[in-house]
């Protein structure tokens, strides 16, 4: 599957910010999808995870709370609505998709995740 990540850019601190990430080339709900970041001179992290059928998600700790991982398999899209903010929250962040036939299934690994995006890059002013 092919994964385009768009929506990245320069915000404030306390801003919202929505990231999309379409997908093509395979049957879109038979993946479950998540975003990973990565920010210079630190190793890639979890980020938020979805189930193929949206039912299940999962976040990292710095995040619960903040973002929201919310996915369209009309429109073969995963979303991710990223309020509140902060400088800590600068990085390049990656699509990332698993195929699964767990319906409830939400990726957390690295290891776990077969297909990644390019990626787009989020930077927060303080």
């Known amino acids: 599957v092919q994964l385009q990540a768009s929506g990245g850019g320069l915000v404030q601190a306390g801003d919202s910010l929505r990231l999309s990430c379409a997908a093509s080339?395979?049957?879109?709900?038979?993946?479950?999808m998540g975003w990973f970041r990565q920010s210079p001179g630190k190793e890639r992290e979890f980020v938020a995870s979805?189930?193929?059928?949206?039912?299940?998600?999962s976040y990292g700790d710095s995040v619960k709370g903040r973002f929201t991982i919310s996915r369209d398999n009309a429109k073969n899209t995963v979303y991710l609505q990223m309020d509140s903010v902060k400088p800590e929250d600068t990085a390049v962040y990656y699509c990332?998709?698993?195929?699964?036939?767990?319906?409830?299934?939400?990726?957390?690994?690295?290891?776990?995740?077969?297909?990644w995006g390019q990626g787009t890059q989020v930077t927060v002013s303080s």
């Open positions: 979805i189930s193929r059928s949206g039912g299940s998600t």
């Open positions: 080339g395979r049957t879109f709900s038979n993946y479950a």
């Open positions: 990332a998709a698993r195929y699964s036939l767990d319906r409830a299934y939400t990726p957390t690994q690295i290891y776990s995740i077969e297909f």
